[in-house]
């Protein structure tokens, strides 16, 4: 995780997740909810797999979906992983920036796209768990990167 972005956070520094924490978070956690904008300005959110490669958050989504065109016409969006049941337990992340594509939509396997070797990597171990450590492509889905320009974290726990 970059440093700067953990130092911008100004309210709740003393439950803020250091570096390492939001680290461990986004890796260990398998769900976030992405937060878009429909065309009609209405706010759109939808839970989905995605790994974190200590830099970017990548999300492998279907390409027809509300998210895949509110993301495509504007790449604005919010991130949210979190975990906790209980108020003294509750900790998470909010990633903002905005989303781009990488690599061909949908993604087929076909085509050599160096930049995607590591978050397919990632996913594959993370998700499918294919004992090669290969990536299925159902020639439905393809990527899109989050490198936060803003990060908000909370730890309950530190109450």
Wanted: glycine content about 8%.
């Amino acid at each position: 995780m970059q440093p700067d972005l953990i130092s911008t956070q100004r309210r709740g520094r003393r439950i803020a997740l250091t570096s390492d924490e939001v680290d461990a978070l986004l890796t260990e956690h398998r769900v976030c909810r992405v937060a878009t904008l429909t065309s009609s300005g209405a706010p759109h959110v939808s839970p989905l797999w995605y790994v974190w490669d200590g830099t970017s958050l990548w999300l492998y989504s279907i390409v027809r979906s509300q998210r895949w065109a509110d993301l495509l016409r504007d790449g604005r969006a919010a991130v949210v992983v979190d975990a906790g049941d209980d108020f003294g337990e509750l900790h998470g992340v909010e990633l903002r920036g905005r989303f781009e594509q990488v690599g061909s939509a949908p993604r087929t396997g076909a085509e050599d796209h160096p930049e995607l070797a590591t978050p397919e990597r990632l996913f594959a171990a993370k998700y499918i768990a294919n004992p090669d450590g290969s990536m299925y492509h159902d020639g439905r889905h393809a990527w899109l990167r989050l490198t936060p320009e803003k990060v908000a974290s909370w730890d309950h726990r530190k109450i």
